[in-house]
T-cell receptor, first 114, second 112 residues
Framework: EPEVTQTPSHQVTQMGQEVILRCVPI?????FYWYRQILGQKVEFLVS????????KSEIFDDQFSVERPDGSNFTLKIRSTKLEDSAMYFC????????????FGSGTQLSVL | KQEVTQIPAALSVPEGENLVLNCSFT??????LQWFRQDPGKGLTSLLL?????REQTSGRLNASLDKSSGRSTLYIAASQPGDSATYLC???????????FGAGTRLAVHP
């Protein structure tokens, strides 16, 4: 069964450093998302991406965050200057078409900011 | 503000029991509701998706219902097994580009 792939599975970084989290969505999917889950808290929406542009973003997704789809397969989340509070599990997700299609999640990247 | 609440927060049952997990949501304009399973340190696996025009969906031993008027959904697990032990999340989709609003989850433990 096709799956969403995320790398790395764990990332440790120093506060203030830039990190790039990578995702390969399912190949024929059109809608792409990043979510995050801080330990012990709810899964939170960060950003949605469609037709090569951001379609919606949350309050969390400030100027320190950016997303890119640099080629036909990869989807990246960049955090320019990491803060301690960015430590979380980051999930990439993709969906084929309309809202009544299931959302497929990757297994996540655990980001630890020291 | 859209809010999704799940009760109970945790549940421990003996193998073989039938059980019900509850989810409530505040947005009456819900588009659909999805149930996910999350294993420790892992991603989310979609279990069932109920469109707003539907009342229930079934997959194997799982049955999910949706009542928009009361703002509630339930996930029924029949004949529970130790392999069902996980956290179960419900999430609503409403409007926009269909971001999911998640509940905090019910942590289920099924013991032999």
């Amino acid at each position: 069964e096709p799956e969403v792939t995320q790398t790395p599975s764990h990332q440790v970084t120093q506060m203030g450093q830039e990190v790039i989290l990578r995702c390969v969505p399912i190949s024929n999917h059109l809608y792409f998302y990043w979510y995050r889950q801080i330990l012990g808290q709810k899964v939170e929406f960060l950003v949605s991406f469609y037709n090569n542009e951001i379609s919606e973003k949350s309050e969390i997704f400030d100027d320190q965050f950016s997303v890119e789809r640099p080629d036909g397969s990869n989807f990246t989340l960049k955090i320019r200057s990491t803060k301690l509070e960015d430590s979380a599990m980051y999930f990439c997700a993709s969906r084929l078409t309309g809202p009544n299609e299931k959302l497929f999640f990757g297994s996540g990247t655990q980001l630890s900011v020291l | 503000k859209q809010e999704v609440t799940q009760i109970p927060a945790a549940l421990s049952v003996p193998e073989g029991e039938n059980l019900v997990l509850n989810c409530s949501f505040t947005d009456s304009a819900i588009y659909n509701l999805q149930w996910f399973r999350q294993d420790p340190g892992k991603g989310l696996t979609s279990l069932l998706l109920i469109q707003s025009s539907q009342r229930e969906q079934t997959s194997g031993r799982l049955n999910a219902s949706l009542d928009k008027s009361s703002g509630r959904s339930t996930l029924y697990i029949a004949a529970s097994q130790p392999g069902d032990s996980a956290t179960y999340l419900c999430a609503e989709v409403s409007g926009g580009y269909n971001k999911l609003i998640f509940g905090a989850g019910t942590r289920l433990a099924v013991h032999p």
